[in-house]
């Protein structure tokens, strides 16, 4: 029998510069069955601040998992991702880019950066819960996640 006691939630790390988004994105996973803990930051500089637990980030939850957007002020997505991949002690976090953009050159780019996964970000409200809704099911509850600190 499990023991919830012993049961750690999973920490997200949120990097969404659009209020909505990030809203929409924060109470989906709050309804989700999956315990998680998420953290949210608003542009691409915050992300490795927080990472990297500095300024005001001294205390931050190491991330089991990061949804990072691309087209982020100061310092954008892509310019996260290869921080974070060529960072040693950041470069086994899972990173689901999930963005508005479509373009080919967007996802070939993020994949040669070895994002793990990238996911458009539907128009439409119900849409997006879903998409949201589908990363839970599988980054949450499917996927086997590095143990935290590894």
Known sequence: MISYKSVRPIEILLVEDSPSDADLTVDTLSESKVLNNLSVVEDGVEALAFLRREGDY?????????????????????????????????????????TTSSAEEDIVKTYQLHANCYVTKPVGLEEFIGIIRLIESFWLAAVKLPPNGQ
């Open 58 to 98: 001294t205390e931050a939850p190491r991330p089991d998992l990061i949804l990072l957007d691309l087209n982020l002020p100061r310092k954008d997505g892509r310019e996260v991702l290869l921080e974070i991949k060529a960072d040693p002690e950041l470069n086994t976090i899972p990173v689901v880019v999930l």
